[in-house]
């Protein structure tokens, strides 16, 4: 069974980066993706993380949007306790 990327751009939840955003103690942004199996649909992450298959690709993007945005509070309120 083949792979195969759909046509959705990869998705970051934070803003483009920027210089601060570059340093070592800041992690790079999350980037999602879709990957299409068959009939199922799978949201992928830089990170390793990955979704439930699903037959929905809507309901995959929507893992993946959820995932963006759980994991760049995460780790904006990680960034913010270290700074203190």
Same mark, same amino acid.
């Given at each position: 069974?083949? @792979?195969?990327?759909?046509? $959705?751009?990869?998705?970051?939840? %934070?803003?483009?980066?920027?210089?601060?955003? %570059?340093?070592?103690?800041?992690?790079?942004?999350? @980037?999602?993706?879709?990957? @299409? +199996?068959?009939?199922? =649909?799978?949201?992928? =992450?830089? =990170?390793?993380?990955?979704?439930?298959? #699903? +037959?929905? #690709? $809507?309901?995959? +993007?929507? $893992?993946?949007?959820?995932?963006?945005?759980?994991?760049?509070?995460?780790?904006?309120?990680?960034?913010?306790?270290?700074?203190?």
């Amino acid at each position: 069974m083949c @792979e195969q990327d759909v046509s $959705d751009p990869p998705t970051a939840a %934070s803003s483009p980066a920027s210089p601060k955003a %570059s340093s070592p103690s800041v992690p790079p942004p999350h @980037e999602t993706t879709t990957v @299409e +199996r068959g009939s199922f =649909c799978t949201a992928r =992450c830089t =990170c390793g993380w990955f979704g439930h298959a #699903r +037959r929905s #690709r $809507d309901l995959a +993007r929507t $893992d993946a949007a959820a995932h963006a945005t759980t994991h760049d509070a995460t780790t904006h309120d990680a960034a913010q306790s270290t700074k203190n």
